[in-house]
């Protein structure tokens, strides 16, 4: 199985920005649909943001008009644009990497970055 690897996460005041980076091999990349879930401790993990089939994006209410998922493919790399941070956004946050293949789905954790945001 190979590892995302995340980074970007901080402690930001309310209302701050901060971008989430998630870079991944060039195979996995290119056949796998990207996502970004957290996890608050005590808290299920849930999904944020995530790229769909069609080439769309999808977001939780929580967090439309906040924060954004974008793609670098040259870099092989997803990002998560988070801006006028709440604490209750305040987690741990993992990029995902979904791969239908001809055997099964196939998914991919990284290890998590941590986003705390202060009141």
Same mark, same amino acid.
């Given at each position: 199985?190979?590892?995302?690897?995340? /980074? =970007?996460?901080?402690?930001?005041?309310?209302?701050?920005?901060?971008? #989430?980076?998630?870079?991944?091999? =060039? /195979?996995?990349?290119?056949?796998?649909?990207?996502?970004?879930?957290?996890?608050?401790?005590?808290? @299920?993990? @849930?999904?944020?943001?995530?790229?769909?089939?069609? +080439? /769309?994006? !999808?977001?939780?209410?929580?967090?439309? +008009?906040?924060?954004?998922?974008?793609?670098? !493919?040259?870099? !092989?790399? %997803? *990002? #998560?644009?988070?801006?006028?941070?709440?604490?209750?956004?305040?987690?741990? *946050?993992?990029? !995902?990497?979904? @791969?239908?293949?001809?055997?099964?789905? *196939?998914?991919?954790? +990284?290890?998590?970055?941590?986003?705390? %945001?202060?009141?």
């Amino acid at each position: 199985q190979v590892q995302l690897v995340e /980074s =970007g996460g901080g402690l930001v005041q309310a209302g701050g920005s901060l971008r #989430l980076s998630c870079a991944a091999s =060039g /195979s996995i990349f290119s056949r796998s649909l990207m996502g970004w879930y957290r996890q608050a401790p005590g808290k @299920e993990r @849930e999904l944020v943001a995530a790229f769909t089939s069609g +080439g /769309s994006t !999808n977001y939780i209410d929580s967090v439309k +008009g906040r924060f954004t998922i974008s793609r670098d !493919n040259a870099k !092989n790399t %997803v *990002y #998560l644009q988070m801006n006028g941070l709440k604490p209750e956004d305040t987690a741990l *946050y993992y990029c !995902n990497a979904r @791969e239908q293949r001809r055997t099964g789905v *196939y998914t991919y954790w +990284g290890q998590g970055t941590q986003v705390t %945001v202060s009141s």
